[in-house]
């Protein structure tokens, strides 16, 4: 290790607040320090090399260390570091960035509102959705329904629009006119229903809490494609085409949070077209730069974005950082590899259905209840008896004793409760998948051994 390095950790305890993180247990456990990445791979600062079946956190979808990339940064930023996009002014990679997202996402999607972040997103379309109802003369139509264990990030906004309890109880959320439906997991919530069954009821809780709150109250329904840190709960088939059919009978309009869904993910370059659905809004960032600089926007299809050129005047709204040309510059390289290479169509014909393949093998295992994918976005149900669909007692424990031990074998994977999620870069090998599976087998049997005694 770097001899200035060698303290990192003591630094870190010293002045690094983390996110998601109980400081005072993370202190004494001490934090992985990750150096390097290279493909697939991060290397920590004791040389131990992982496969990263997570891709960052959803994100890296061209894999690490990308020298084109800090190219096309290192390009723009010595031509203009930075301006901004508010008085009446652009830069030529943001334009250029917006034009090429929209070619992506169907004839009705033509403009792209720039943040920082996914969360940020969640809080731009927010507020646009009530500005569109206003300018259409329906002022009264403000609530958003979203979902129980829906993550949309981790604003004011962003965590009230998330269904997450344990997030809503810090800092008195969600704010006023956000509400919640249940979720589509058959596997812990579907009970005697066929998944087939069980999507239907679940989508129609949407109809009926309109119906309480009165169409007229109603702004939006906002949803993850497939939930992602909810713990990439797929829904049943006949779930998304019941909402649409839904939000389009009440006149509400649909926002879909392709946050980790879009750039190819699902093998699609967006989720809601891996479910044939047309979102009238939808938050993106991610696997947008593939996580090399941060940047995250909105796409606006034309239904709302007529009215907020037409109709809105000025949309009070926006960040300094709202399309800033480096981080633009770098997400356009990005989208230029993901079409070059081909990663939407490798996902979608090859390593999707090969990981599909990979974990329908790990099923004969006892203690897999199940296993969801798309495209490379995958999910293991962890169950304690996989014929009754029983749950373990202490889910969390089962996942991260899983996690845990894959980690140690040179695999990062994330445990979300009791189900094992994988997102690995689109460019992932067979071979490396091969590793992912065969390691994630020995997880479960350490897990097993300890769960069962
Ligand atoms: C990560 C995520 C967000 C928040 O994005 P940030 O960049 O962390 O603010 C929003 N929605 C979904 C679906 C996400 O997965």
């Known amino acids: 290790m770097h001899a200035a390095l060698s303290n990192i950790g003591a630094l870190d305890a010293a002045h690094h607040l ?17 150096e390097r990445g290279e493909g697939c791979y991060i290397y920590d600062n004791h040389g131990k090399k992982y496969l990263d079946g997570f891709a960052g956190l959803w994100c890296v979808n061209i894999g690490y ?18 301006y901004n996009t508010f008085f009446g002014t652009t830069t030529p990679p943001t334009v250029l960035l917006a034009q090429k997202i929209t070619s992506h996402a169907g004839p009705n999607i033509n403009r792209v509102f720039f943040t920082g972040s996914g969360s940020e997103a969640n809080d731009t379309w927010f507020r646009m959705a009530r500005v569109y109802w206003a300018a259409m003369g329906k002022p009264t139509k403000k609530t958003v329904i979203a979902r129980v264990n829906g993550y949309h990030g981790s604003t004011v906004a962003g965590a009230s629009l998330g269904g997450m309890k344990w997030m809503h109880e810090q800092g008195d959320l969600p704010i006023a006119g ?47 494609p497939i939930q992602g840190a909810g713990g990439v709960i797929v829904p049943p088939e006949t779930y998304w085409p019941e909402i649409a059919r839904i939000c389009k009978a009440r006149n509400i309009l649909l926002v879909t949070d392709e946050v980790i869904c879009g750039f190819g993910r699902t093998g699609h370059w967006f989720g809601h077209q891996h479910f044939g659905v047309e979102p009238d809004l939808a938050p993106i960032a991610k696997g947008l ?61 090859d390593v999707g259905p090969y990981l599909a393949a990979g974990l329908k093998s790990l099923e004969d295992h006892p203690m897999v209840g199940q296993t969801q994918s798309a495209g490379l976005m995958a999910a293991v149900q962890l169950a304690e008896n996989k014929s009754t669909r029983k749950r373990f007692e202490d889910r969390e424990r089962a996942g991260v004793e899983v996690r845990n031990h894959c980690l140690a074998n040179g695999l990062v994977l994330r445990a979300t409760g009791d189900r094992m999620l994988f997102s690995p870069p689109l460019v992932i090998t067979r071979g490396e998948i091969d590793q992912m599976i065969e390691i994630t087998r020995k997880g479960l049997d350490h897990a097993w051994k300890v769960m069962k005694g």
């Not at 993180?21 to 934090?31: C, E, F, I, P, R």
């Not at 990339?69 to 930075?82: G, H, R, S, V």
């Not at 480096?326 to 014909?349: Q, S, Y």
Request: aromatic share 8%; net charge negative; charged share 25%.
């Open 65 to 82: 260390g990308r020298k084109e990339i800090a190219d096309a940064a290192y390009k723009q930023m010595n031509e203009l570091t930075y």
């Open 289 to 349: 730069s593939s996580g090399y600089l941060p940047i995250g926007g909105v796409m606006v299809s034309d239904r709302v974005a007529d009215v907020l050129v037409n109709e809105v005047g000025d949309f009070n709204h926006g960040f300094t950082y709202s399309g800033h040309p480096v981080c633009a510059a770098a997400a356009l390289e990005n989208l230029r590899i993901i079409e070059e290479e081909k990663l939407v169509e490798r996902v979608h014909d």
């Open 178 to 224: 956000i509400v919640h439906i249940g979720q589509p997991y058959w596997y812990g919530e579907g009970g005697d229903l066929s998944p087939a069954d069980f999507g239907l009821k679940m989508a129609r809780e949407l109809e009926a809490k309109i119906d309480e709150l009165g169409e007229d109250n109603v702004a939006a329904f906002v949803a993850e």
């Open 18 to 34: 983390h996110p998601f993180s109980d400081m005072k247990k993370l202190n004494a456990a001490g934090t992985r320090i990750i």
